[in-house]
């Protein structure tokens, strides 16, 4: 007989979609602007205080749901929102226990809301901070009318996601590049938004420097850190890509050393193919302009050939009938 799908989401078969991380790095190990760490570290402490708020102080008996910390990080792809997620797990000595929606989803259609429901089960029974990666998935707003199969099951999800949350008395992350898509519900279940910009020139320049082992790499004499951050405007995550792809370079001419023009190479090869996803397949391109053109023209003269005939064999009953 075959495992229920709890069973299979939690064993080997479920690790792409549910995953339990021992944290490793901390909040040193990341660079923000300075808004974001602050609105961060007040997060953190709402974590730490959280039991002399509900339990000394008493508002735990005047509050009987709703108790859990809910935490919303929104901001570009490759901001640092995952490795937060990661450091204040670490920082409180808990697990991560990180869930991937998009494959949670595709791995059990008609089954997603049980899912939810096992997420939050496991999150308790490890002692883990529940994180949610691509969170406007499972969040987004619910369908008005829904009369499809794929809306019903999308509104349940949210309905269930929106109980377990009231009920639950933990850490949840959200993590989101869209927060504008979230079903307004969670407007006042989550504690607090972080949101996480674009590091200026002084952040790029330090993310530049923690990608790099400090003894181990070897840097030749004309790397300029500082001129990289001046001249790319990336998120870190481009940058650590662009890092490796550097090192690799450098490895692959026989080279001894890291030079400047490895990592400017490797940053516009990291931009270039960032332009490349965000083409679309329907954009208009000069070869495809004739196709584009004379398609309509085709389905329209075939139209009204079909029209034609439909008329005239209308009429040619009518006169039968008539008859």
């Given at each position: 007989?075959?495992?229920?799908?709890?069973?299979?989401?939690?064993?080997?078969?479920?690790?792409?979609?549910?995953?339990?991380?021992?944290?490793?790095?901390?909040?040193?190990?990341?660079?923000?602007?300075?808004?974001?760490?602050?609105?961060?570290?007040?997060?953190?402490?709402?974590?730490?205080?959280?039991?002399?708020?509900?339990?000394?102080?008493?508002?735990?008996?005047?509050?009987?749901?709703?108790?859990?910390?809910?935490?919303?990080?929104?901001?570009?792809?490759g901001t640092?929102?995952?490795?937060c997620a990661?450091?204040?797990?670490?920082?409180?000595?808990?697990?991560?226990?990180?869930?991937?929606?998009?494959?949670?989803?595709?791995?059990?259609?008609?089954?997603?809301?049980?899912?939810?429901?096992?997420?939050?089960?496991?999150?308790?029974?490890?002692?883990?901070?529940?994180?949610?990666?691509?969170?406007?998935?499972?969040?987004?707003?619910?369908?008005?009318?829904?009369?499809?199969?794929?809306?019903?099951?999308?509104?349940?999800?949210?309905?269930?996601?929106?109980?377990?949350?009231?009920?639950?008395?933990?850490?949840?992350?959200?993590?989101?590049?869209?927060?504008?898509?979230?079903?307004?519900?969670?407007?006042?279940?989550?504690?607090?938004?972080?949101?996480?910009?674009?590091?200026?020139?002084?952040?790029?320049?330090?993310?530049?420097?923690?990608?790099?082992?400090?003894?181990?790499?070897?840097?030749?004499?004309?790397?300029?850190?500082?001129?990289?951050?001046?001249?790319?405007?990336?998120?870190?995550?481009?940058?650590?890509?662009?890092?490796?792809?550097?090192?690799?370079?450098?490895?692959?001419?026989?080279?001894?050393?890291?030079?400047?023009?490895?990592?400017?190479?490797?940053?516009?090869?990291?931009?270039?193919?960032?332009?490349?996803?965000k083409q679309?397949?329907?954009?208009?391109?000069?070869?495809?302009?004739?196709?584009?053109?004379?398609?309509?023209?085709?389905?329209?003269?075939?139209?009204?050939?079909?029209?034609?005939?439909?008329?005239?064999?209308?009429?040619?009953?009518?006169?039968?009938?008539?008859?």
């Open positions: 007989m075959p495992a229920p799908p709890l069973f299979t989401l939690f064993s080997g078969r479920g690790r792409r979609a549910v995953e339990t991380v021992t944290p490793e790095r901390t909040l040193a190990d990341v660079v923000l602007p300075p808004q974001t760490r602050r609105t961060l570290d007040e997060a953190l402490a709402q974590v730490r205080n959280h039991a002399l708020i509900f339990g000394r102080w008493g508002l735990g008996e005047r509050h009987a749901t709703g108790l859990g910390l809910a935490f919303n990080f929104a901001g570009p792809p640092g929102k995952t490795i990661e450091a204040i797990a670490h920082s409180l000595g808990m697990k991560l226990l990180v869930v991937d929606y998009a494959e949670l989803e595709s791995m059990w259609v008609g089954e997603t809301p049980k899912n939810v429901v096992g997420a939050f089960r496991a999150a308790v029974e490890q002692n883990a901070v529940l994180f949610f990666d691509e969170a406007d998935g499972i969040a987004g707003r619910r369908s008005t009318g829904a009369s499809l199969p794929h809306q019903r099951e999308g509104n349940l999800t949210v309905n269930v996601l929106l109980r377990e949350l009231e009920s639950f008395n933990g850490i949840v992350i959200f993590a989101t590049n869209l927060a504008a898509n979230f079903d307004p519900a969670f407007e006042r279940r989550i504690r607090t938004h972080v949101r996480f910009e674009m590091p200026g020139v002084e952040e790029r320049e330090r993310i530049w420097e923690v990608q790099i082992h400090p003894k181990k790499t070897p840097l030749s004499s004309d790397v300029d850190f500082h001129e990289l951050a001046e001249k790319y405007e990336v998120a870190g995550g481009d940058i650590k890509n662009a890092v490796i792809k550097a090192a690799g370079a450098a490895a692959a001419d026989r080279e001894a050393r890291i030079h400047q023009r490895h990592f400017e190479r490797a940053i516009e090869e990291v931009i270039a193919a960032k332009q490349v996803m679309s397949l329907f954009e208009e391109q000069p070869s495809m302009m004739p196709l584009t053109v004379t398609m309509p023209r085709a389905v329209t003269a075939a139209l009204w050939m079909a029209g034609a005939s439909l008329i005239a064999a209308l009429t040619a009953l009518a006169i039968v009938l008539l008859r």
